[in-house]
């Protein structure tokens, strides 16, 4: 499913990044897409690479007993920004 992403970025950084996809036969958005999978393959998936601070902090939950920190951090995301 694709869906529309609205971008503010300089004049002169959007034409030198159509003319660098037109050089490699791709849509902006295809060249902006490939980017973004490339990099957030390299997203840490598992609990050890969560920084000592998040850790400390999801102690103090109230109410909670079993705690999934990456759960718990993705939950709260997707609630606020939807």
């Given at each position: 499913?694709n869906?529309?992403?609205?971008?503010?970025?300089?004049?002169?950084?959007?034409?030198?990044?159509?003319?660098?996809?037109?050089?490699?036969?791709?849509?902006?958005?295809?060249?902006?897409?490939?980017?973004?999978?490339?990099?957030?393959?390299?997203?840490p998936?598992?609990?050890?690479?969560?920084?000592?601070?998040?850790?400390?902090?999801?102690?103090?939950?109230?109410?909670?007993?079993?705690?999934?920190?990456?759960?718990?951090?993705?939950?709260?995301?997707?609630?606020?920004?939807?």
């Amino acid at each position: 499913m694709n869906t529309k992403l609205t971008l503010s970025l300089d004049d002169k950084i959007i034409k030198q990044a159509k003319e660098f996809a037109k050089q490699r036969n791709k849509s902006l958005s295809k060249l902006i897409e490939d980017y973004l999978g490339g990099i957030s393959s390299k997203i840490p998936s598992n609990e050890e690479n969560i920084p000592p601070v998040t850790k400390k902090l999801a102690g103090i939950l109230k109410g909670k007993k079993d705690i999934n920190i990456k759960n718990d951090i993705s939950s709260f995301l997707e609630k606020k920004y939807k």
